[in-house]
Nanobody
């Protein structure tokens, strides 16, 4: 029922910033918690951040806490991931997902196609 499309990825130098967006297909997405995950080549999918449907609660992985900010604008059916102080190890395909308020990817039934983030040293 929920279609998700990520955008905003690209190439950035270490220490730089990017802002990812995830557009949902309908207002029904506002009833879901949303998450961001990432997957680097040869590695498993990794939790990044999650936000409850109301936007009042957020949760981050230790590796990005203090550098990334997840937010949502339900009126625009859009979730954002602001990424600051980027490091080469942040390089990955980033995915947005809709589902539970969780760090576990299997708790999210709906996924976007992903957007590439590359951080050069």
């Amino acid at each position: 029922q929920v279609q998700l499309v990520e955008s905003g990825g690209g190439l950035v130098q270490a220490g730089g910033s990017l802002r990812l967006s995830c557009a949902a297909s309908s207002r029904s997405s506002s009833t879901y918690s949303m998450g961001w995950f990432r997957q680097a080549p040869g590695k498993e999918r990794e939790f990044v951040a999650s936000i409850k449907w109301s936007g009042g609660n957020t949760y981050y992985s230790d590796s990005v806490k203090g550098r990334y900010t997840i937010s949502r604008d339900n009126a625009k059916n859009t979730v954002y991931l602001q990424m600051n102080s980027l490091k080469p190890e942040d390089t990955a395909v980033y995915y947005c997902a809709a589902g539970g308020y969780s760090r576990v990817y299997t708790d999210y039934p709906y996924w976007g196609q992903g957007t590439q983030v590359t951080v050069s040293s």
